[in-house]
Every structure is written in structure tokens, then in C-alpha cells.
């Protein structure tokens, strides 16, 4: 969102602990609403969604918790929000910042349990407040601000980030070229090489090479990435449906499962077969995708922003429509297409 088109923020899915503003407690919010913000503010620039937890940044510089964790203060310009940490990016004099961690129960009191000081050098210069939303690369892209320790990771210096995502085990990197980059836990395919290996430092994804990406997302243990055309890569963990490639519940639907047989398709994604009774053909299922896979969305649609949670995508495109799939909410149920059903979800429009 940008100065002259605000917007308003919309939230759906999960709501058990109340992670929408003003949407009570112990219910599931089927279809978006919109954020209400204490004293009827909705002037939200940022929005960090954890699991049980919220945080919502003004432009005005407070930031509010809702959910599992609760809270504000003021003087902030981002946050991002983990079950683990709350880590805050607090305006400094002048040109300077300070990035702080809190543990998400604190309510922002007391002290933080971390601070580094963000020289000028490392803020960089005339960060305003329509680039909200960097963290967890810091606004120096230089570092990044990691849950775990330690908090503070610098980046290689040949390293020009401009994007940076983490998922539950991994990172993927966007630079200034439009280069992707992934590093950490490949055991669920997640960073996209081809195999299950972990990688210690930022690695190429050779695979996108010589395309231009525009966005990266990362989920709990998949991530997908936008091209500069509007193309959609996706690639790792599938159990959910995250992928929007078929899944072990939806080829186990309505079917009596007697067995269970696996081997490497030639793209190098695992291709499982569910065992159907006596007249049903085996169902083919993918379980981990290591390499990125094209996804279509219907005909002449065109994406412009990703956003992934733990077990589930959503993509929207240029004309306003918003593609989700994934982890449905409804106990016991997988649902594994692109259709409008996520687990805890923002958008602003």
C-alpha cells in the first residue's frame, strides 16, 4: 500500500485466540473482514501474523498485538512475529534504528530481551514509510534478523538482497537481479536443488536461471515465487496441499487404501501411488517437490503478490483476485486446491 492508496486490511481463517482485531474470541472467520483497530484507527501499514499472535504497525508508529499475545507501544516502523520472538524495528534519532527481540507474553513491557543498535550505514538512507514491511531483512540488507539465535546474521557481501523470507527451516533470498537464492533444512524439498540436502550458506537455485523473479514467499516447509511475467514457481512439502498438486488425502478420497508405493517421477519429485480396492486404479499423489514447478492459475491471470503461511499458499493477481490453497480449518479436512479456504490469513487491498 502506498501513501496515496491505503487500503484496508482484511483477515480470515482461524481465530481461536482472537489473532483479528475486534474479532472476539473461539471462532473461525470463514469469509475477510475487515481489521478493527482499537479507538477505530485502520490506518495499518504492516501486518505479522504467527500462529496464536498478531502484530499490527501504524503508520504512526504503534504497534499492536492481538491474539495469544497481547500489547502495544509506540515508535516502531516493523515487526515481525513468531511463536518463538517478536522482533521490532524502533525508529532512532536521525537516520538510525534499533532492532529489538520480546518475547511475544511480554506485552511489551519491561525491557527487551535483545537490542542492536542499526547504525546509518546499515539502515541506509531515506527509508520511508511506504517501504515498510522489510524484516526480516534489515533496511541495510546487509543482515537479517533470525527467531532463533543467533538474532543478528550478516549476509556475504555479494549478497544484494532485496527480499528476504524465512520459513520454519529455511530462507530464500531475492536479489536485486531477480536471482533466488536458498539456504538451510532441505529435508521436505523446500529449497528447491532437487534433492533433500541441507545447504549452510545461500545457494543459487539454478533451476530458475535466466528468469527474472519479482517475489519470494516462504511457507513452514514450501515456497513459491513470482516471475516479473506473473509466472508462479512452487516447489517442497506437499502434505497439505500447499503446493496445489495433488495430495495423499484427496487420492485416499472416498477409496480404500491397501497399500502404499513410491519412486522419483522424472522431474525428481516424489510421486507416491495410494493402493485403491479391488476396482480402483492407483491414485497418484506428489509428497515433496524439489524442484520449482510451473503452477497455472485460470487463463489470463497474472500474479503480483505471493504470501505463504505454515501449510498453505495464496496468490493475488493483477486484476484483484485472490487464489488460496491449502490447510483448511475444518477438523480433519485437507483441502488441496485453489480454492478461498486458509488457516489465519491477512490481505489489504
Not at 244 to 268: F, N, Q
Not at 304 to 327: D, F, I, M, N, P
Request: hydrophobic share 35%.
Amino acid at each position: 500500500m502506498d501513501e496515496e492508496r491505503r487500503g484496508t486490511w482484511f483477515g480470515f481463517g482461524f481465530c481461536g485466540f482472537g489473532q483479528a482485531l475486534g474479532s472476539g474470541l473461539g471462532r473461525q472467520v470463514h469469509s475477510p473482514e475487515p481489521v478493527r483497530m482499537p479507538g477505530g484507527s485502520v490506518d495499518v501499514c504492516r501486518v505479522s501474523a504467527s500462529w496464536s499472535y498478531t502484530a499490527f504497525v501504524t503508520r504512526g508508529g504503534r504497534v499492536q498485538l492481538s491474539g495469544a499475545a497481547g500489547g502495544a507501544a509506540d515508535g516502531y516502523t516493523d515487526a515481525c512475529a513468531s511463536e518463538e520472538l517478536l522482533v521490532l524495528l524502533r525508529a532512532g534519532p536521525g537516520a538510525g534504528a534499533e532492532l529489538q527481540a520480546w518475547a511475544p507474553g511480554s506485552a511489551l513491557r519491561g525491557e527487551p530481551l535483545w537490542s542492536h543498535a542499526v547504525q546509518e550505514a546499515e539502515h541506509g538512507p531515506n527509508r520511508d514509510e511506504t517501504q515498510a514491511g522489510l524484516l526480516p531483512l534489515l533496511p541495510c540488507a546487509r543482515a537479517y534478523v533470525s527467531p532463533r539465535p543467533s538474532f543478528y546474521r550478516p549476509l556475504a557481501p555479494t549478497l544484494r538482497a532485496r527480499r528476504l523470507e524465512l520459513g520454519a527451516e529455511h530462507a530464500l533470498l531475492l536479489d536485486a537481479a531477480g536471482q533466488v537464492f536458498s539456504w538451510g533444512s532441505g529435508r521436505h524439498g523446500q529449497l528447491g536443488h532437487g534433492t533433500l540436502e541441507p545447504e549452510p550458506e545461500p545457494r543459487l537455485l539454478e533451476a530458475l536461471q535466466g528468469l527474472r523473479m519479482a517475489e519470494v514467499a516462504a511457507g513452514g516447509w514450501h515456497s513459491v515465487c513470482l516471475s516479473e511475467t506473473g509466472d508462479i514457481y512452487i516447489w517442497g512439502w506437499n502434505e497439505s496441499g500447499q503446493l496445489a498438486l495433488p495430495t495423499k488425502s484427496l487420492a485416499e478420497d472416498g477409496k480404500t487404501t491397501a497399500g502404499e508405493a513410491s519412486g522419483l517421477d522424472e522431474d525428481g519429485s516424489e510421486v507416491k501411488r495410494v493402493s485403491a480396492g479391488e476396482d480402483g486404479a492407483p491414485a497418484p499423489f506428489i509428497a515433496v517437490q524439489p524442484f520449482p514447478a510451473l503452477l497455472d492459475l485460470s487463463p489470463g491471470s497474472e500474479a503480483v503478490k505471493v504470501s505463504c503461511g505454515s501449510r498453505h499458499t495464496a496468490v493475488l493477481t493483477r486484476t484483484g483476485e485472490l487464489y488460496t490453497w491449502g490447510w483448511e480449518t475444518d477438523p480433519g479436512f485437507i483441502y488441496g486446491s485453489s480454492s478461498p479456504s486458509l488457516t489465519h490469513s491477512w490481505c489489504g487491498i
